[in-house]
């Protein structure tokens, strides 16, 4: 059974960067895409980016000048980094496996979230 | 980027009843749409990809249907496990990848 676990600091401070890993259990990393996906509290859930096994990303256009989404295969781990963040960040952060097709891209596995709270 | 619109925002059912849930994309997305169900402070789960195929371990009496723009999910008989929250979310055309702004399914 494929696990996925959020990590990284809980509050930060507006114009700090924002980074936390996901560590895959159960399965290996490769052949798969990696998502990372938010949620503001009591809103809905918003896409930030994925990364390809092979390193390949694609972020939502929104975000794309703050965000960097990474892959370590050796650790079975993907992190996330959003620079500059502000109040307008706090979510809970969840990462999720995509599918292993281009084009096929639905999300079946999940971490349990992360909330990540922005505030001075 | 493709608006995925959901309907009604909130859905007031009794337990036993059938809920009919709608989601809407601005283009076609011909069948690259998903359902997830989201309860209180649970990460949301993969019910349906592809319009139509249930995911592993999804029961029977939840179903979708439709393709293009038009997309439906059915939850046949409610049980009291299926009061929560449902989005859908297309893989057509990214980047982004979206998300529609779910349906609140609760008891009447």
């Known amino acids: 059974q494929v696990q996925l676990k959020e990590s990284g600091p809980g509050l930060l401070k507006p114009s700090e960067t924002l980074s936390l890993t996901c560590s895959v259990s159960g399965g290996s990393i490769n052949s798969y895409y990696w998502s990372w996906i938010r949620q503001p509290p009591g809103k809905g859930l918003e896409w930030i980016g994925y990364?390809?096994?092979?390193?390949?990303?694609s972020y939502h256009p929104s975000l794309k000048s703050r965000v960097t989404i990474s892959v370590d295969t050796s650790k079975n781990q993907f992190s996330l980094k959003l620079n500059s963040v502000t109040a307008a960040d706090t979510a809970m952060y969840y990462c999720?496996?995509?599918?292993?097709?281009?084009?096929?891209?639905?999300?079946?596995?999940w971490g349990q979230g992360t909330l990540v709270t922005v505030s001075s | 980027e493709i608006v995925m619109t959901q309907s009604p925002a909130t859905l007031s059912v009794s337990p036993g009843e059938r809920a009919t849930l709608s989601c809407r994309a601005s283009q076609s997305v011909s069948n690259h749409l998903a359902w997830y169900q989201q309860k209180p402070g649970q990460a949301p789960r993969l019910l349906i990809y592809?319009?139509?195929t249930r995911a592993t371990g999804i029961p029977a009496r939840f179903s979708g249907s439709g393709s293009g723009t038009e997309f439906t999910l059915t939850i046949s008989s409610l049980q009291s496990e299926d009061f929560a929250v449902y989005y859908c979310?297309?893989?057509?055309?990214?980047?982004?990848?979206?998300f529609g702004g779910g349906t609140k399914v609760e008891i009447k």
């Open positions: 999720a496996r995509g599918g292993i097709l281009t084009g096929f891209i639905y999300f079946d596995y």
């Open positions: 979310q297309q893989y057509y055309l990214w980047p982004p990848l979206t």
């Open positions: 592809g319009a139509s």
């Open positions: 990364v390809y096994y092979s390193g390949s990303t």
